[in-house]
C-alpha cells in the first residue's frame, strides 16, 4: 500500500471517524483505524462493534492495499505534522511508515482480515432527509436520553417517522424532550430507537444543507452522505408510552425570561441536596420566589418577576434537569405550565419562528417541609 495525501484531507477524515473508535477495549483490533487505498483514494474507518463510521478522502494512490493501525497514536501524530504532503506505505510484514517533510514514523499495524466487517445495510430504498433538520432534532432532544443501565430502552432516542413529519423523543423517566420538524413530503413511516451516540456521529462529517439517505435492515441503521457511511445498532424493543405522560390540562402559566430563570436556579442550587437538587418554586402573581433549605448545608432564597396565570402555586423540581431543558430552548424566554405539585410541568419556547414544535417535560419533586 502506498499512497500520498495533504496533511488537512488526513485529518480531516481522521476527525470523522476516530470518534468511533473505543477509549477502552478488550479487543485491540478496535483500538485500530483500517486504512484502505483503493482507486477511489483512501478509506478511513472506525467502529466500536455498535457504531461504525466510514469516509473516503482523495489521494494519490501508488498501491492499492489495506492495513489496520492504532487510532490514538495516528491521530496524535497527524495534528502535530506540518501542513505539508504526508506519504504513508505499508509493508507486508504490517508495518506502517508515514513521512511527512523531514518527519518520519513507523507504526505497528494488524492486518485487514481481522476487522470487523459492517453490518449489511441496503441502500436501494433508503429514504432521503436534510441534514439540517436531522441535525435540529439530534440538538435538541438527545440529551434528555437516561445514561442509567437500569432501563437500556431508555438509553436511546425514539425516532419516528411518520409520512410528512419526523419526530424524537427522548426521557429518563424523569424528564422528556420531543420536537416535531415536517419534511415537506410523504416519506417512509417508522419507529426506530437509536443510541445517541450515533445520532451524535452522524453530524460531524455533514454541512447543514447536505441530503442524508437512510437505510434500515433487521436491526441496523445506515446513514450515507456523500464519501461517508454511518452504521448503528439499533435498540430492540417497545418504547414506553410517552405520549401518555404528556399533561394536556395543565392550567396555570408562567412566561419568564430563560436566562435569568437559569441564573437564579444555579445560585440557589448552590445549596441544594447533591442527591436531589431540590429547589422549591413558589408563583404568585407576578413574582416566582426559589428557595432551597438543606439541613446539612443551609438555605438560599431569590427571586424574579415573572408573568404568571393561574392561582398560587408551590412546587418542587431537580434543579440540574430545568436547568438542561432551559439550555436547549432556543428563544430567549420560555413558557411552563403546571396542573398540581405533584403533576408532570412543560417547557416551550416563546416566539420560536421556526416550523418545527418543541416541548420539554419535567416531573417535580415532593416538597418536604
Known amino acids: 500500500m502506498k499512497f500520498t495525501i495533504t496533511r488537512e484531507r488526513l485529518q480531516e477524515g481522521l476527525v470523522a471517524v476516530a470518534a468511533s473508535v473505543p477509549t477502552k477495549t478488550t479487543l485491540p483490533i478496535l483500538s485500530n483505524i483500517l486504512i484502505e487505498a483503493t482507486a477511489d483514494g483512501v478509506r478511513l474507518s472506525g467502529t466500536d462493534l455498535d457504531i461504525a463510521v466510514s469516509t473516503v478522502v482523495p489521494a494519490e494512490v501508488d498501491e492499492e492495499g489495506a492495513v489496520t493501525v492504532p487510532a490514538k497514536k495516528l491521530v496524535d501524530i497527524v495534528r502535530e505534522l506540518p501542513s505539508a504532503a504526508i506519504r504513508m506505505t505499508a509493508s507486508g510484514e504490517q508495518r506502517v511508515s508515514l513521512e511527512c517533510g523531514r518527519s518520519r514514523f513507523k507504526l505497528l499495524g494488524i492486518p485487514r482480515e481481522e476487522f ?7 441502500f436501494d430504498e433508503a429514504w432521503t432527509v436534510t441534514s439540517s433538520d436531522l441535525q435540529k432534532l439530534i440538538n435538541h432532544v438527545s440529551f434528555a436520553a437516561s445514561t442509567e443501565e437500569s432501563r437500556p430502552i431508555l438509553n436511546g432516542v425514539l425516532w419516528q417517522l411518520q409520512g410528512d413529519v419526523m419526530r424524537m ?12 420538524v415536517p419534511v415537506g413530503s410523504a416519506g417512509a413511516s417508522a419507529d426506530l430507537i437509536v443510541p445517541p451516540k450515533a445520532l451524535d456521529q452522524v453530524g460531524r462529517p455533514l454541512g447543514p444543507s447536505d441530503e442524508l439517505e437512510i437505510a434500515k435492515s433487521d436491526n441496523h441503521l445506515g446513514f450515507r452522505s456523500g464519501t461517508t457511511l454511518v452504521f448503528t445498532r439499533l435498540i430492540e424493543g417497545p418504547y414506553p408510552n410517552y405520549d401518555q405522560v404528556i399533561p394536556r390540562d395543565n392550567d396555570r402559566a408562567c412566561t419568564v425570561e430563560k436566562d435569568g430563570l437559569a441564573a437564579a436556579l444555579r445560585r440557589v442550587g448552590v445549596v441544594a441536596s447533591d442527591q436531589t437538587h431540590r429547589v422549591r418554586l413558589q408563583f404568585t402573581g407576578g413574582s416566582l420566589k426559589l428557595s432551597v433549605s438543606t439541613p446539612d448545608l443551609g438555605e438560599a432564597q431569590d427571586e424574579m418577576a415573572v408573568t404568571y396565570d393561574g392561582d398560587a402555586l408551590e412546587i418542587g423540581f431537580n434543579a440540574n434537569y430545568l436547568l438542561e431543558i432551559l439550555k436547549y430552548m432556543p428563544t430567549d424566554e420560555v413558557r411552563l405550565t403546571f396542573k398540581a405539585p405533584e403533576r408532570a410541568a412543560t417547557v416551550e419556547p416563546v416566539g420560536w419562528d421556526d416550523p418545527a414544535s418543541y416541548m420539554c417535560l419535567v416531573m417535580p419533586l415532593r416538597l418536604v417541609d
Open 116 to 122: 470487523p466487517n459492517f453490518p449489511p445495510v441496503n
Open 169 to 180: 423523543v427522548a426521557t429518563n423517566g424523569h424528564r422528556l424532550s420531543k420536537m416535531d
